[in-house]
């Protein structure tokens, strides 16, 4: 075989590097699209996580006069008249009670206090609280002469900030002893665990209802398998919310379930299924069920059912035969279909939100919790990153074993 | 069964007695909530319930009065209106933009493909929750919140993954030689596109549409955060009424809602089935 002159080597080089921008050209505007659309967004909550300048342009003279303080006693005098200046004029224009919400923030109880002492001020002027402002700050509350308070003050004005990550996972930054868990309230990691092993509850039921039916189908001819895959892909094919609808008709207390037990006697007091985590479990199965069925059928119809039936015929039993031949080979099914169920339900927020009460809640009733009620938007962003984050290492997985474009529909 | 051989004994007999007993148990658990939805939707009484009347098939029992009250309330007027309005408008942008992408990427020379895919897919994958929450603070900077086109851009960027998937299936095994004759033969890139790689490529693009235009229909997280009041959608309308005051006209639209999948559900279908005709060569090999 002849080499390649230089020539015709650039010329080849040349023809595939056009031939790629063709291709990529025909990408681009959807690449565009995404990364505008969707990409940015998420990325600007991921910098509003650990960005927050509201308290650093509230209060920034107070701020830095703080960084004289030695954080062991009450700041001196000179930087409480500051913050008592600072906080007259905040009331003046009303917005002392966002300082009071982002200060509650950082060390809880705090709000009323903020709140009442800006009262106070504001009914003073300027030029006394400049002289004597340090020292009313003090007798309004006695919380004021706290270290620990102004310790909380100065973290809550640093622009760029960690510490909604520290409260997402259950922790805190004490002056004294570094990050140390939270003592009072521990919810988040608890939600998390608890939305984990709810996931992986769906998934295994999943996994236990949709293997015998799949393996069914697959052994059927095809034409009575697709006739009913129907009744599969149905249930696939219809609204979300007709689905968790229909649950709550049959939970209900007075719902199709309970009056059938009533009626037939069975029960004599309708059972309270209906906003527990039950609830959530068993209606987001029946949603996630065709996820898991799917994937498997199409593996199992091309396993070629000879393999079974020759470790039979020469002898195996039945239950090993099945478990060491059969069983192996369905595994890529199996895998793919208990990746997805366990990837969406573990973001799962309509059917939680609809059926699960206060019980059956998931990770991303609070992140809607905190977008919605509380509105601390930076806590709702840092627990949507963790949830991302594991997500993200959960698509990996599937992209690896998988192939993220191996998705079947239908 | 007749064709079983006869060295399966007793215990495969029962095994298989079981499998099928529970593989029908299943189906009856994914197919019965949807199928009680539909005669309770025609209950007299504001129930969620079998009424005795119901039970005992007595006409009086059954009305068409949650259906009425769909169609003279404004409010589901207007989310059936900004379903289909938005559903339509999104499934637009997803599919052009998707199939062209789908085309680049099914091509052997296509650059960081596999870093692309999962770039372009991830919107399937990342929960709504986070999407919603991102494109809330995101599009109210950009004054995107509380109108249409912030909702219908949400939604397209939610259906392009299903567009690619599904137009990736139909141009795996896809001849090239064929493009490649017809540009030989004088034809333009773009006649080559609409002439001899659309037709192909068709019954892909149209179920693809069909999964955008389910995936902006269905929706309702996005809504929930980004929507104004006068972006209100079915789901959206029928997540406050499950939340707020119960009443049966949500399973009379559910009704509504379960006819429309079993039309795209039959759709759907049809179109897989064309496909694999058109791909027939593939099939030979």
Known sequence: MSTLTRTEASQASSARNKKRLTAFLFVVPLLIFILLSFVAPIASMLWRSVHHPTVATLIPLTLSELQRWDGKTVPDQQTLNVFAQELHSLAKVRESGKLAEEINRASAGMSSVVKSTARKISRLDSQQLAQQGGEILLKSHRKWSRPDIWFAIQRAGKPYTYDYYLTALDLELDQEHGIQVREDTQIYLQLYSKTLSMALVITIFCALLGYPLAYYLARLPENRANLLLVLVLLPFWTSLLVRTTAWIALLQTNGVINSFLLGIGVISQPFEMLYTSFATVVAMTHILLPFMILPLYSVMRGIDPSYLRAALSLGARPIPAFARIYFPMTLPGLSAGALLVFIISVGYYITPALVGGTDGQMISNIIAFHMQRSNNWELAAALGSLLLALILLLYWLYDRFVGASNIKLG | ?285
């Not at chain 2, 909702?151 to 998937?165: D, E």
């Not at chain 2, 333009?188 to 609409?194: A, S, Y």
């Not at chain 2, 049966?248 to 279908?269: F, N, Q």
Request: proline content about 5%; some cysteine; aromatic content about 12%.
């Open chain 2, 1 to 285: 069964m007749s064709k079983i051989p006869a060295y399966y004994g007793f215990w495969y007999h029962l095994g298989s007695w079981l499998l099928k007993t529970s593989s029908w148990l299943v189906l009856l658990f994914l197919i019965m909530p949807i199928l009680v939805i539909i005669p309770l939707s025609f209950n007299v009484e504001p129930f969620f319930s079998f009424t005795e009347g119901m039970l005992t098939f007595q006409p009086e029992a059954y009305s068409l009065r949650w259906y009425s009250a769909i169609f003279s309330d404004d409010k589901w007027l207007l989310a059936i209106k900004n379903s289909f309005l938005i559903g339509f408008f999104a499934t637009l942008l997803a599919t052009v933009l998707g199939t062209c992408a789908a085309v680049g990427l099914a091509r052997d020379d296509m650059p960081m493909r596999r870093l692309i895919t999962a770039l372009l897919l991830s919107p399937m994958i990342v929960p709504l929750i986070i999407t919603a929450a991102g494109m809330f603070f995101f599009y109210s900077d950009l004054g995107l919140a509380g109108n249409y086109l912030g909702v219908i851009i949400a939604h397209a960027a939610l259906g392009t993954p299903f567009v690619i998937i599904t137009v990736t299936a139909t141009l795996t095994g896809f001849d090239y030689s064929l493009a490649r004759a017809a540009i030989n033969l004088g034809a333009t890139p773009l006649r080559v596109f609409f002439d001899i790689i659309m037709p192909l490529i068709r019954p892909g693009v149209i179920s693809g549409a069909l999964f955008a235009f389910i995936t902006s229909f269905d929706e309702v997280v996005v809504i929930l955060f980004m929507a104004g009041p006068q972006q209100r959608t079915i789901p959206r309308q029928m997540f406050s009424g499950l939340r707020e005051q119960i009443n049966p006209s949500i399973l009379a639209i559910a009704t509504l809602l379960i006819l429309m999948s079993i039309v795209l559900l039959i759709t759907i279908e049809l179109l897989r089935r064309r496909a694999t005709r058109m791909r027939g060569i593939e099939q030979i090999e």
